[in-house]
């Protein structure tokens, strides 16, 4: 077929700039598209991207007729041709919505190392391919979104999230790809014998620095992210329930004109947080205070609970307060009864002196 020629000719005659373009489209489609992690359709695309790539992985390891002596049939030239590109534009596409909602979640201080490996493998797949084997490197890359994507949803169906859960999604997502190797281990092809046992072994070395991210609160705590944080002078609440900030104003002539992040005189002091969790989403976090002593570093001064459901677009809102704080850096972390951190408030206590203020709605 001259078709099927054609295109293959021209995938492997541009290579270097279809694949890119596979993984940039990828990416384009989820920053128009996705909204919420708990949004049916968000998921949808996520699990679309997911079989994609599952897909094309089969149509290029999961034959037994991929030998010299049994090549493909016509037929099946064209699939086996677009399957890479395919394959780069579903992992490019799910990548990227993974890093846009765990880079909503918890602070670049605590997640960056795990966001920078979702980066490199979102815009460096192409790269990487090209230096690694084929078929170990592109299912290490699926097993890799597989869990992140698992581990994603498992919180929102089940309306938990802690230790159990995540292992759960965990160990879900490890027998899902185990099966899917399987699955894939035929007559002639080239998941058999030595090469299944390398692939097995990467995997394992994946699902056991997966654990130990996790562990170190290196993961961030999705499907929680903070919409809204401030540090201020004092709350209230009216009566149908928005909240009124005060917060010390910045000079006119700052960068738009932000509140600031000084807090002048001793208290009390506000830290207002809104954390967004999914529809009937029911958990605790915490706003730890903390302040910096030049010889221990940073200081955990009180540690207060606050309890949150999910649902609300802007996130559910709440509030906590020290009546006496020392001179010096302080700040509040937002984080999970694990002690992932979902936001920082950092601010500085300075001597009286006159401020300016201005209200603050939410």
């Known amino acids: 077929m001259k078709i099927v020629t054609r295109t293959r000719n ?5 290579q270097r700039v279809v694949m890119p373009i596979a993984l940039l489209l990828g990416f384009v489609v989820d920053y128009l598209t996705l ?3 708990d949004q049916l359709f968000d998921n ?9 790539a599952g897909g094309m992985l089969t149509v290029l390891y999961g034959r037994s007729n991929i030998t010299k002596e049994a090549p493909p049939k016509s037929r099946e030239t064209f699939f086996i041709t677009i399957a890479p590109l395919l394959f780069q534009y579903a992992i490019g596409g799910l990548f990227s919505g993974l890093f846009i909602f765990y880079f909503r979640s918890g602070t670049l201080s605590t997640s960056f190392p795990f966001l920078i490996v979702l980066l490199i493998l979102m815009l460096g797949t192409d790269y990487l391919y090209k230096r690694f084997p084929k078929a170990s490197f592109q299912l290490v890359i699926f097993y890799i979104a597989l869990l992140s994507y698992i581990n994603l949803v498992t919180p929102i169906l089940t309306k938990h999230m802690g230790v159990f859960s995540f292992l759960g999604a965990t160990l879900l997502a490890s027998a899902v790809m185990y099966g899917f190797v399987m699955s894939l281990d035929r007559p002639h092809s080239i998941i058999r014998g030595e090469n299944r046992k390398k692939i097995e072994q990467r995997l394992a070395i994946t699902f056991f620095i997966f654990i130990f991210l996790y562990f170190t609160n290196v993961i961030p705590p999705l499907p929680l992210s903070m919409k809204a944080g401030v ?14 900030i005060i917060v010390e ?16 005189g001793t208290g009390p002091v506000y830290a207002f947080s809104a954390i967004f969790a999914p529809t009937r989403l029911e958990t605790k976090i915490y706003h730890e205070w ?12 009180s ?3 606050i309890p949150i459901v999910g649902g ?3 996130g559910f809102r709440g509030y906590s307060f020290k009546s006496s704080l020392t001179t010096g850096s302080w700040r509040v972390d937002v984080v999970t009864e694990r002690g992932q951190v979902v936001g920082r408030l950092p601010f500085t206590v300075t001597k009286d002196t006159p401020v300016t203020t201005k209200q603050l709605f939410f």
């Open 312 to 314: 609300r677009d802007q």
């Open 35 to 37: 909204n919420r992690v």
């Open 249 to 264: 104003q910045e000079p006119w002539y700052t960068p738009f004109n932000q509140y600031s992040n000084q807090i002048h």
């Open 10 to 14: 021209y995938i492997h005659a541009h």
């Open 231 to 244: 540090v201020g002078y004092n709350i209230t609440r009216s009566t149908t329930g928005d909240y009124t």
């Open 44 to 52: 949808i695309i996520l699990l679309f991207y997911v079989l994609l």
């Open 303 to 305: 540690r207060i609970p």
């Open 290 to 301: 903390s302040y910096y002593d030049d010889t221990k570093g940073w200081v955990l001064n």
